[in-house]
Every structure is written in C-alpha cells, then in structure tokens.
Nanobody
Framework: QVQLVESGGGLVQPGGSLRLSCAAS????????IGWFRQAPGKEREGVSC????????YYADSVKGRFSISRDNAKKTVYLQMNSLKPEDTAVYYC????????????????????WGQGTQVTVSS
C-alpha cells in the first residue's frame, strides 16, 4: 500500500522560507512521480509543482515559479518542496500525491491526477 507523509509546515513571515518533505513508502517500483498540491480555505485544491518519475523533469505553476523548487532524494524516498519568498497568498494546506498507474507529470495540476495522497501539512504566511 502506497503511503505518503508530509512534514515541514508551519508559521512563517512574508518573505520567509520553508521546506516541505514528502516521505514515500509502499511503492512496488523504484521510480514514481510526486506532485505537490495546496488548498486554501474556500478554494479548490491546485497543483503547484511536480517531479517526474521517468526523467526527473520538474514543473511549476506560474504562481510559484522562481520561488519554489522541487527535488528528490531517492535513497531516502523523500521529495522536497523548498519554498522561498513566501507570500500571504501561499497560505494553505499542502499535500503531496502520486498517480498509481504512471510516472508522468502530465495533467498534474488537476486533483484527479493523484491516486494516493498524504494527510497534508499547514503552511501559514503571516506577520
């Protein structure tokens, strides 16, 4: 059974940084795509970044491009989301997810892309 566990959220001032972690277990294959999503109160869940399981390609939503960076440590089976220059509008619950049937980021911005989800971690950007 695939399991994803997020950590690293918290309260940070505008302009600050946080690094989120997504620890994965239960995969039957060595490579897999991981996407990061966020959901703010009253809004739909949106995909913000993805790292491909086929070639390691990385993808970002326009709203976070240049500020967020996704990476992976295969030995630790962990994917990270480094978030810099945080803004109040980045406040949300952040989730990581993975598709069950393929390795690709295509379509990652839609919630339907993910078959397995973590429990989420709260990020609050406020002074």
């Amino acid at each position: 059974q695939v399991q994803l566990v997020e950590s690293g959220g918290g309260l940070v001032q505008p302009g600050g940084s946080l690094r989120l972690s997504c620890a994965a277990s239960g995969f039957t294959r060595s490579y897999y795509a991981i996407g990061w999503f966020r959901q703010a109160p009253g809004k739909e869940r949106e995909g913000v970044s993805c790292i491909s399981g086929s070639d390691g390609g990385t993808y970002y939503a326009d709203s976070v491009k240049g500020r967020f960076s996704i990476s992976r440590d295969n030995a630790k089976k962990t994917v990270y989301l480094q978030m810099n220059s945080l803004k109040p509008e980045d406040t949300a619950v952040y989730y990581c997810a993975t598709p069950g049937s393929h390795l690709y980021c295509s379509g990652y911005k839609a919630e339907s892309w993910g078959d397995y989800w973590g429990q989420g971690t709260q990020v609050t950007v406020s002074s």
